[in-house]
């Protein structure tokens, strides 16, 4: 029955570690797990060792067959033990190799080497906003004239800026009323994202505001202050491909999980020791 219990205990702790239960292996159970096993080992290593002092003293006895039973143990300890030590030993190097391979320098580069191509996209796009935006900035600025008498064409032309830049949209707003002075957009889909305070507050000292793709989004912002305007801020957009920023945040995601697998390489190799320690 002892034998069938930690039997029991071991297949237990091995799906447990492995992932293949719903108990999460964490500290705590890990430790439960090991108390057990340790516990159950321990009465039948002592099962063991008095049926061995049993031996032991008929042989000191004298007793008929207590020195073949002895050298029987003896033998079928070995035979049953040093292959075991010998698997685990070529086991738990052939694991440690392959994880060094897969958690090398060469490995670790071509996986931030994803994330940094993909984020130089984004930033490369970005840059091109900017110019864009910096471009159709000093033009404008100097069309407050048509801007205060003839609106039309004043849209007009921030329309060409935009056709001619393949901007997915270009608003020209006043900050104080909410009012969009210039709305120019490549479909009516896309609709105008206010800025935030602090956008705001850093376009008004004349900073460039380049404003990333949020989460869900596959816009890329850029907002100024429109200078000799009253309040009036230039505001355009650049899409990007939704392709792109899913594999962007795929390539995040494999990176995050690449970087926690590797701070538990070794707690990887601990876990295949008692796994199979306890089996």
Not at 63 to 80: C, D, E, K, N, P
Not at 129 to 142: I, K, N, P, Y
Not at 249 to 258: E, G, L, V
Request: glycine share 6%.
């Amino acid at each position: 029955m002892l034998v069938g219990l930690g039997i029991a205990a071991g297949v237990g702790t091995f799906l447990v570690l492995t992932g293949m239960t719903p108990i999460r292996p964490d500290g705590d159970v890990v430790f439960k797990l090991l108390l057990i096993n340790g516990c159950l080992a321990a009465l039948i290593a002592a099962m063991v060792l008095s049926q061995v002092f049993l031996l032991l003293r008929e042989r000191r006895q004298g007793t008929a067959g207590a020195g073949l039973h002895i050298r029987l143990i003896s033998l079928f300890s070995v035979v049953a033990v040093a292959p075991a030590l010998l698997v685990a030993a070529f086991a738990t190097v052939t694991l440690k190799r392959g994880l060094d391979t897969w958690y090398s320098e060469t490995t670790r580069s071509i996986v931030d080497s994803a994330v940094v191509v993909a984020e130089d996209y984004l930033a490369n796009a970005g840059e091109a906003t900017r110019a864009d935006l910096a471009s159709m900035s000093t033009d404008l600025t100097q069309q407050l004239q048509l801007f205060n008498d003839d609106r039309p064409a004043y849209v007009r032309r921030v329309a060409r800026h935009a056709a001619l830049r393949n901007l997915a949209a270009a608003y020209v707003f006043e900050e104080g009323t909410k009012r969009i002075d210039a709305n120019v957009t490549a479909n009516e889909r896309i609709k105008f994202l206010a800025p935030n305070k602090a956008q705001i507050d850093k376009a008004r000292k004349g900073d460039a505001v380049i404003i990333q793709p949020g989460p869900g989004e596959n816009l890329v912002r850029a907002l100024v202050k429109l200078q000799g305007y009253r309040d009036h801020y230039l505001y355009i957009y650049r899409l990007i491909s939704p392709v792109v920023i899913d594999q962007l945040a795929k390539t995040r995601a494999a990176k995050a999980q690449y970087d926690a697998a590797s701070e538990q390489q070794s707690g990887i190799l601990l876990t295949f020791a008692l796994v199979y320690g306890v089996l």
